[in-house]
C-alpha cells in the first residue's frame, strides 16, 4: 500500500491542481454530478493501458538490448538524436503523440546504462517532435480527431491542409536538434553487459498491445483494459505496484480544472463574442487558450464558436508547443523522464519553438491565401 501511496503523496504538480480545483470551485456555479462528466474517461482508460503495457515491455528487459544496439549502431550525438527526434515525429503521425513517446522515452532512459548521451535533453526534443509529427494526420493526436470529425475534409484532404505546416515545423525541429547536439563521438560507459530479457513478458506485452488498441478501434475500450489488467495479474502482478498511477489522477484533475474554469461567471461574456474575432484574433486565441488549458481542451471549447478550419487546427496545434500544460504529451514526456531539472529545461527549448512556430504558421497562412 505504501508503494501505491508514494506517487501520490510525492507528486507537487497533483497537489497544485488539486488547489486550483478547491479555489475554482468556490468561485464557479457547478453540480457535484457534473465533475465526473467533466472527464473524458476514454482517454483515462487509454492512458491507464498504455501505463501498464509500456511498463511491461521496459520491465521484460528487452529495451536495454535495443538501446544497446543503438549505441553501437550511432557513433556521435548529434545523429543518434536526430535520428530519435525523427522516429518520434514519424511514430507520432499514426500511432498518436502519447503512444509514440510511451515507446520512445523508456528506450531513451535506458541509453544513459551505457553512454554520457544528455537524456533529459533528448527527451524534451521527442516531447517537442511528436507535437510536429502528430499534427499531420487526423489521427495524430486528440484534437485533430475532434477537428476531423467536425470538419467537411477527408482523411487525405485533412492531412494535405496540415502538410505545409508539419514540413516546416518538423524541419524546423530537426535544425534546431542538429545545432543542439554535439557532434562528438558517444562515449560508452565500461560496464555495458546486458542482462537477459523476458521473452515471455516481452510478446505478451506486445500481444496485449495490438488486442488493445484493437478495442479502442471497435469502441471497446474497458474490455480492453480489463483484459491487460487480467493478463498482468497473471504474468507480472508485481509490475503494476511500480507504475506511476499519479498519472492518472493529473490527468483528472486537469479535465475538472479545465471544466471548472469555464463556468466561471467573468469568463461567460468573452466566450459568446469568440464568434465575431477575425482570423488574427483566433489564431492568437487558439494558442493562447492552449497554453493554459492544454490544446485538447481548448480545441472542445472552441469548436462550440468557431468552424473546424485550417487556421483553426494550425493554432492549437501550434499551442502544444510553449509552456507545460500546452500540450498532454509534454507532461506524459517529462514525468516519464524523472528528471527535476527537466521541468524548467522543457522552457528552454519550447517556448522559442512556440514563438518560431507562431510566426511560420501566421506567414504561410497569408501567403497561401495570397497565391
Not at 49 to 64: C, N, P
Not at 241 to 256: G, K, P, R
Request: proline share 4%; with cysteine.
Amino acid at each position: 500500500m505504501a508503494i501505491l501511496l508514494k506517487p501520490f503523496l510525492h507528486d507537487r504538480f497533483l497537489h497544485l491542481l488539486v488547489v486550483l480545483g478547491a479555489v475554482l470551485a468556490c468561485f464557479a456555479p457547478f453540480k457535484l454530478h457534473q465533475l465526473p462528466q467533466a472527464v473524458d474517461w476514454n482517454t483515462i482508460i487509454t492512458l491507464c493501458g498504455l501505463l501498464m503495457l509500456t511498463k511491461g515491455i521496459e520491465a521484460s528487459g528487452y529495451f536495454e538490448v535495443l538501446g544497446r544496439r543503438l549505441i553501437h549502431r550511432f557513433q556521435h550525438e548529434r545523429t543518434l538524436a536526430l535520428f530519435m527526434v525523427a522516429g518520434a515525429a514519424l511514430l507520432s503521425t499514426f500511432l498518436t503523440n502519447d503512444v509514440a513517446l510511451f515507446i520512445l522515452v523508456p528506450l531513451t532512459l535506458t541509453l544513459r546504462k551505457f553512454s554520457s548521451l544528455p537524456i533529459s535533453r533528448l527527451i524534451i526534443f521527442e516531447a517537442l517532435a511528436v507535437n510536429a509529427g502528430s499534427l499531420l494526420t487526423p489521427i495524430g493526436n486528440p484534437q485533430n480527431i475532434l477537428l476531423w470529425s467536425h470538419g467537411e475534409a477527408s482523411f487525405g484532404g485533412f492531412i494535405l491542409q496540415m502538410l505545409p505546416l508539419a514540413l516546416l515545423l518538423t524541419g524546423s525541429l530537426l535544425l534546431l536538434t542538429w545545432f543542439s547536439f554535439s557532434k562528438k563521438k558517444i562515449q560508452r560507459h565500461a560496464e555495458d553487459q546486458v542482462n537477459g530479457w523476458q521473452r515471455r513478458l516481452l510478446f505478451s506485452a506486445l500481444a496485449l498491445y495490438v488486442l488493445f488498441v484493437l478495442a479502442l478501434e471497435l469502441k471497446l475500450a474497458i474490455w480492453g483494459l480489463l483484459l491487460v489488467l487480467v493478463a498482468f495479474l497473471f504474468l507480472a502482478r508485481r509490475i503494476l505496484l511500480t507504475i506511476d498511477w499519479s498519472l492518472l489522477a493529473v490527468f483528472i484533475a486537469m479535465f475538472i480544472d479545465v471544466f471548472l474554469i469555464t463556468r466561471l461567471p467573468v469568463l461567460q461574456a468573452p466566450l459568446h463574442h469568440i464568434s465575431q474575432l477575425g482570423e488574427g484574433g483566433t489564431y492568437l486565441l487558439a494558442m493562447g487558450l492552449s497554453q493554459v488549458i492544454s490544446n485538447v481542451p481548448a480545441t472542445i471549447l472552441l469548436l462550440n464558436t468557431l468552424p473546424a478550419s485550417t487556421l483553426f487546427a494550425w493554432a492549437v496545434n501550434i499551442g502544444g508547443f510553449g509552456l507545460l500544460p500546452g500540450s498532454l504529451a509534454n507532461l506524459i514526456a517529462l514525468r516519464m523522464a524523472k528528471d527535476r531539472r527537466i521541468w524548467w529545461r522543457f522552457h528552454l527549448f519550447s517556448v522559442p519553438m512556440l514563438l518560431w512556430s507562431a510566426l511560420l504558421g501566421w506567414g504561410l497562412f497569408l501567403l497561401i491565401n495570397a497565391i
